[in-house]
């Protein structure tokens, strides 16, 4: 799992969530600020990290509430840790969580959020000097980021005019593509911003395509392209961060394919379901629900046979085996709140 609970949440002020470590990655890609002190009051900037780890590995931070002290409170960086490579420091406050500001949010909805984001996340952070200047000048934290940091994933239907959008770019130059959208034409309507860029077509990145392999790709996509997009802003926010945009960000809110929460109170035949491990059309290994009994709580709630589960109570199960998902499944006796999605959508998830 992502993290390790050194601590109860339930009725305990300080609640500890444990991050753990990757060593294998390098120490490659701190974050920049934009400025230390711009105004001359005590206020730095926020600055902005990238976390990315494999499933068996933790990010190597503790987010504590503490009495006295206002915040989530970044605490016991580990020494050679992910997040102290990156630049993580002791008494920083956390301010967003991939592009949800957060620093108003209960704790517990905050440690969720990060748990629920898997092997990646984009953190924002204010030092805790400036995040307490901040806070004496009554300045509002929100307004000290940038409204939008997240890129878009955008599923494209033709119509008989085509896509509507068309593509530039510098002559000669590989991978850098700029869309000038219809107006009420199928790109607009499935939510690509005019003007911005193209980083993946169909799941794959288009950083080595030239013009006309670009052209052919979309050519081959038939009636129907998938774009992982991002707008002039989110493309120089992530430039001058020195950060990668990767889908694992990305808005999703436009696409057809939604994925589900089911909310359950067992009943006295149980949930009337049935978890069992199978591989995905990816190759990975997933947890699949089968066996849906009829009128027992997992049909009202709204389960399909053959839905794959992605979360369990707001934590995400990546990396998880089949009896670890069953004991976080039964980790509350009477109830639980599942997040899955259904074959058709997975399969497109899969694909991007």
């Not at 206020?43 to 190597?60: A, H, I, M, W």
């Not at 970044?74 to 406050?93: K, N, S």
Request: hydrophobic fraction near 35%; include cysteine.
């Amino acid at each position: 799992a992502a993290m390790k609970q050194t601590k109860g949440l339930e009725g305990d002020k300080k609640s500890i969530i444990k991050f753990e470590f990757n060593p294998k990655d390098g120490i490659d890609n701190p974050a920049l600020s934009l400025a230390e002190d711009t105004d001359g009051e005590g206020v730095g900037e926020p600055r902005f990290y990238l976390l990315s780890k494999d499933s068996t590995e933790n990010f190597g931070f503790c987010l504590h509430e503490e009495l006295g002290c206002q915040g989530h409170v970044i605490r016991q960086v580990e020494l050679g840790g992910l997040a102290q490579r990156r630049g993580l420091q002791d008494g920083d406050r956390l301010l967003q969580v991939n592009g949800h500001f957060v620093d108003h949010m209960d704790h517990r909805a905050v440690v969720q959020k990060i748990k629920a984001s898997g092997n990646q996340v984009l953190l924002a952070v204010l030092d805790g000097g400036s995040y307490e200047a901040a806070k004496a000048l009554g300045r509002d934290l929100s307004q000290m980021l940038p409204a939008d940091i997240r890129p878009r994933l955008c599923h494209i239907t033709r119509d008989k005019s085509g896509f509507g959008f068309s593509v530039s770019g510098p002559e000669g130059v590989k991978g850098t593509f700029q869309l000038s959208v219809r107006q009420d034409g199928p790109a607009e309507r499935a939510g690509v911003p005019p003007g911005s860029w193209l980083l993946e077509l169909n799941g794959a990145s288009v950083r080595s395509y030239s013009h006309a392999q670009l052209a052919r790709k979309l050519k081959q996509s038939g009636n129907k392209v998938t774009l992982l997009v991002a707008s002039s802003a989110v493309e120089e926010f992530y430039r001058l961060q020195g950060l990668q945009i990767t889908a694992a960000l990305a808005d999703t809110s436009w696409l057809p394919f939604k994925v589900r929460e089911l909310h359950m109170v067992k009943g006295p035949a149980g949930y009337g379901f049935l978890l069992k491990e199978d591989d995905c059309t990816s190759g990975a290994i997933g947890q699949f629900l089968w066996d849906v009994d009829a009128g027992l709580p997992a049909e009202q709630a709204g389960m399909k046979e053959g839905d794959r589960l992605l979360a369990v109570n707001g934590e995400s199960i990546e990396g998880l085996d089949h009896q670890q998902t069953v004991l976080r499944i039964r980790a509350h006796d009477d109830q639980v709140t599942l997040l899955v999605i259904d074959p058709v959508g997975d399969e497109f998830y899969q694909s991007v």
